[in-house]
């Protein structure tokens, strides 16, 4: 009656069921199923990035006519010539300026708000609250508008230009700020500043040493986006602009007698060096650990 | 609760070896909660001591108002001679080892350990540093990340980075909370050295009673915000003064019974219609009625019909056996429906009792205690053995 | 672990940070100089925008002066925008309608973007949100243009939709001339018959394309926050991927979806930009109505009213979300 485990074994694996390999449609619709996600990410940043090598791919282009829309002869000539041309050069500096300005002022503005937000407890959170999310939400054409009435009736009509579109552009950029360095906040571990002061940190050395480092990446990256949103606006510019023309307004103006190749040129530089500012520490952060 | 602290007035030593900890009449409120209430201990300079007691029983928040993260609500928390109730973390000698350690991630192994020096103004930074590094055998790794390292070596550098300071007395935090079983009772018997080694005051902080037994050299018992009991492990174990104790550190059986009287230093007592006997100085309670406890490895088991002389004894009938190697665990049910434990050597060679066989039990009077029956049988006990 | 302070209402600040060295009014001095710029500059000119819609004169006319007077508010700038822009051309509906199909794509699109990098990404996960925030840098309007290139008539997207028959479909999707005026939002159709470009299609796409970003990131933002372990506990269930994802991801990510409806759909219905570059040139929406009035004709009065009446749906839309989730998950 009794049998060894063995002979148990045996009998049991000869009552399997047959063991098929699944066929190669079985594979294929299982690989498929498995990563149709990454396959539509992969479409959507195919959609996101098409316009963006189309601005680069054309730089390289000379345009048959005024317009630069359709191929026509493969040309560094663009590259070459890009700061000669007065317009361009004069638009992008004073673009570079204005973003220069507005991403210092709403990267102190709103990483104090970020803190107070992200490291306390106070009354009035909702309202505040409110107020730094309604900008985002705002068109900016409402935005732009508003601000030109308020120019309007201070009697500022006179002097828009490079003072009131920095003012604007920081109002806008606070809001992205706040939200970009108070999610760093919210990742960072207390238990981190508890150990600094149990270490002998005072408040102030605990900030410097432990809470400003690790929350300085997020800084870096409101940053950059400030830099790029107010690089890249054209909306609220345009109503508190007055003469002033900022490389946005110039490819607008530019857009119905056609947008010279130099304009891509200058749009694929910015992308370029974004790239490389952002990927460069990452990469550099790699080859370090290997 | 019951036998609280020894004297506060203990004799100051700075000798080197760390400081006394005094804690004064401490309560901490967190709203309406109290989180601890009203508690005093004292813990002697040089000693490794342990706090444990369930999750929610304030011993992380007694942690927290000794390292200054936590201000009490009253009370007062003494150093050596220095009141430090109001002072800031970083104006304490006290030093932490976090729980999960909480290293900082953008500095290296060797500024995480040099990181107190350095606010303390340490002249010799470097080779404290390497000397420390040698001593928990981390030396290759002072210019990694700690996120490179195992949980095992960011544990040791913890332990570095706080005891490099030389504080007056150093608190560990579930220290080993995050680390595998194996790993753990190494790193428990790692720390227990460095303690020995260094002679400065541990106060560790746990739920894990075996990690709490195998280090300290005195453990509290906290349930509730309140110490149930203090003292050298073996006491606490042998001798439990509180259901709350005798459940929570181990297993006990609790058997209702009546204590009927005491000559010398011996009491007798009634168990279901059963006479036994124990001595006075482990009655614990101060009515008549009372829990009698034993161990489950206290407990004898036999074939019923089995003479026993001289020894506690009461019939049963095994539900459940369960062969673990070391021992044999029996659940014994007993007349009046109640179900014991009992922790069995394999010491017999006819292998184990089989369920439903009658038996008897039996054990040494002097192993028996009494507890007083107006608390909760089932106090402490809702930890499961072996928890994790 | 033992006895943590129970939470204050809403606020996620730390028990310790705030326990140890801050005073009271420290949150308040980190906060004022920002929130005083918002107040002047965002605040402020909302309600300026507001007097100016209740006031009559004109850049362009007269002494170019604004008069505004609490006795006779001229509600009649309000019946002139509805007549104008709701009424006679259905713009404010029309910018509404792209606003919300975009708001949809947007949301179609960025989902499995922004699930795949919370996810399934492993150590690309960093490059990756790198990448969808890299089109930023270039210039928005160059890139809007581009998809005048990619949209063009001979361009091989628009030659497959046309010899798929998708064109003919989409064209045929449209307003019925015998409706009212007030509901001719596509009279003539999605797309034309062979073309893509200056279509409601094309200002659609832009629209979508422009603001995929801000829809991106809370999504990925609330993505991320949810533990892997809850949906493999729904597949463990018995729950199909599928139903795991219905029942357990996508409710877990609902404020990210609300956030980013908020900051495409709104933002979207006043922008002027796409319409400009890419619809036909009589197919204007809100953003570039108030534009025009503001820039070309010099209405302001007008002009606010239309701001405001965009503003109201804005503060609507918000009102409802904070009603139903607070203030705590908008920033």
């Known amino acids: 009656m009794t049998i060894t485990i063995e002979e148990r074994r045996e009998q049991a694996l000869a009552a399997l069921p047959p063991h098929r390999e699944p066929g190669f449609w079985a594979r294929t619709n299982r690989w498929i199923r498995t990563h149709l996600v990454q396959f539509f990410a992969a479409f959507a940043l ?44 004069s638009a992008v500096k004073l673009s570079i300026e204005i973003a220069l300005v507005a991403t210092t002022v709403s990267v102190v503005l709103g990483t104090l708000i970020a803190f107070a937000i992200g490291r306390h407890n106070f009354r009035g959170r909702g309202g505040i609250n409110l107020l730094i999310f309604m900008p985002m939400a705002t068109p900016e054409v409402v935005m732009g508008s508003s601000l030109l009435t308020l120019f309007v009736t201070a009697q500022l009509e006179g002097s828009l230009g490079f003072g009131t579109i920095t003012v604007a552009h920081i109002m806008f950029c606070i809001s992205f700020v706040v939200v970009t360095v108070k999610a760093r906040i919210a990742g960072l571990d207390s238990r981190l500043e508890q150990a600094a002061m149990d270490l002998y940190a005072d408040e102030r050395t605990t900030f410097m040493k432990i809470t400003f480092p690790l929350v300085l990446p997020g800084i870096v990256a409101a940053a950059l986006l400030a830099f790029s949103l107010s690089f890249d606006d054209f909306v609220i510019t345009n109503f508190t602009s007055g003469q002033a023309v900022t490389f946005p307004m110039f490819v607008w103006g530019a857009n119905t007698r056609g947008i010279p190749p130099e304009a891509n040129v200058v749009g694929a530089l910015m992308f370029i060096i974004a790239l490389v500012v952002v990927l460069v520490p990452e990469v550099v952060k790699r080859v370090r650990k290997n | 609760m019951s036998e609280q602290t020894t004297s506060t007035a203990a004799p100051v030593s700075t000798s080197g070896g760390g400081a006394d900890l005094h804690i004064v009449d401490v309560t901490k409120r967190f709203g309406s909660f109290k989180a601890v209430d009203d508690l005093t201990l004292t813990i002697p300079a040089g000693s490794f001591f342990a706090l444990l007691g369930p999750s929610g029983c304030g011993k992380t928040t ?59 103004g340490s002249k010799d930074v470097r080779n404290e540093v390497e000397a420390m590094l040698e001593l928990v055998e981390l030396s290759t790794y002072a210019r990694r990340k700690p996120t490179q390292l195992s949980g095992g070596q960011q544990q040791r550098v913890a332990v570095a980075r706080a005891l490099i300071n030389k504080p007056e007395v150093l608190l560990l935090d579930e220290p080993l909370g995050a680390l595998d079983l194996k790993l753990r009772r190494q790193m428990q018997i790692e720390l227990k050295r460095i303690q020995t080694d260094v002679g400065i005051t541990f106060v560790h902080v746990t739920h894990d009673q075996e990690e709490a037994m195998t280090m300290a050299d005195t453990i509290a018992v906290m349930n509730a915000g309140q110490v149930e009991q203090m003292g050298a492990p073996m006491e606490l174990y042998e001798n439990p003064v509180t259901t709350f104790v005798a459940n929570f550190l181990g297993q006990s059986n609790l058997i209702k019974g009546e204590l009927t009287g005491k000559t010398g230093g011996d009491a007798s007592l009634l168990v279901q219609g059963q006479r036994m006997a124990m001595p006075t100085a482990r009655v614990h309670s101060e009515r008549d009625e009372v829990w009698v406890g ?86 402490g006990a809702e930890k499961v053995e072996g928890d994790e | 672990m033992s006895a943590a302070p129970a939470p204050g209402a809403a606020a996620p600040a730390d028990d310790v940070a705030r326990s140890v060295g801050t005073k009271a009014w420290t949150p308040y001095a980190l906060l004022s100089p920002g929130m005083l710029w918002l107040a002047i500059f965002f605040l402020i000119p909302t309600v300026m925008l507001a007097r100016m819609s209740l006031s009559s004169g004109s850049a362009f006319a007269g002494d170019g002066t604004f008069t505004f007077s609490v006795k006779s508010l001229q509600w009649g700038n309000y019946g002139d925008a509805i007549s104008k822009y709701v009424i ?73 939709m046309e010899s798929t028959g998708m064109l003919n479909v989409l064209h045929a999707i449209n307003t019925p001339d015998s409706w009212p005026t007030w509901t001719q939002i596509f009279p003539d159709g999605l797309t034309g018959e062979n073309r893509v470009l200056q279509t409601p299609l094309a200002v659609i796409l832009g629209i979508t394309y422009n603001f995929l970003p801000f829809m991106t990131l809370p999504l990925f933002a609330s993505l991320e926050r949810i533990d892997i372990r809850l ?74 009213s239309l701001s405001v009446m965009l503003m109201v749906v804005i503060v609507t839309m918000v009102a409802l979300y904070v009603r139903r989730a607070g203030t705590e998950e908008l920033v």
């Open chain 1, 46 to 89: 195919l959609f996101m990035f098409l316009p963006v090598m189309i601005v680069v791919l054309f730089s390289f282009n000379v345009p048959a006519g005024r317009f630069n829309y359709n191929w026509n002869q493969f040309s560094t000539i663009a590259w070459t010539n890009v700061w000669s041309d007065d317009q361009i050069t």
């Open chain 2, 62 to 120: 007694t942690l927290r108002m000794v390292a200054g993260l936590e201000e009490p609500s009253a009370g007062r928390i003494v150093i050596g001679n220095e009141d430090v109730t109001h002072k800031k973390p970083y104006k304490r000698p006290v030093n932490t080892v976090f729980q999960s350690y909480a290293l900082f991630p953008h500095l290296d192994i060797f500024e995480n350990v040099a990181f107190g020096l350095r606010r303390s």
């Open chain 2, 294 to 379: 034993v161990r489950p490895e206290k407990m004898q088991i036999s074939r019923a019909g089995t003479a026993v002389e001289g020894e506690n004894s009461m019939a049963g009938v095994v539900t459940d056996a369960s062969y673990i190697g070391v021992s044999t665990q029996y659940l014994v049910k007993l007349p009046w429906g109640q179900e014991v434990s009992i922790f069995s050597q394999n010491l017999s060679t006819e292998g184990p009792l089989g369920a439903g066989e009658d038996v008897v039990l039996h054990w040494n009077p002097a192993h028996t205690f009494a507890l007083d029956a107006s608390q909760d049988a089932d106090a």
């Open chain 3, 88 to 160: 006679d051309s259905p713009i404010f509906q029309k910018s509404l309608i792209y606003a919300l199909i975009a708001t949809v794509l947007c949301l179609a699109i960025a989902y499995p973007l922004a699930y795949t990098i919370a996810f399934k990404a492993g150590r690309w996960r960093n490059l990756l949100l790198v990448l969808v925030i890299a089109p930023f840098f270039t210039s928005f309007l160059l890139r809007t243009t581009a998809w005048s290139t990619i949209l063009s008539d001979s361009s091989v997207v628009v030659q497959f």
């Open chain 3, 231 to 304: 949906i493999e506990a729904a597949t463990d269930l018995y729950s199909s991927a599928f139903t795991a994802f219905r029942k357990v991801t996508f409710p877990l990510s609902l404020p990210g979806v609300v956030a980013g409806t908020l900051l495409t759909f709104i933002p979207a219905a006043g922008d002027p930009v796409n319409a400009a570059l890419l619809g036909a040139a009589n197919d204007s929406l809100m953003g570039n109505a108030i534009d025009a009035q503001f820039k070309a004709t010099g209405n302001y009065p007008l002009a606010a």
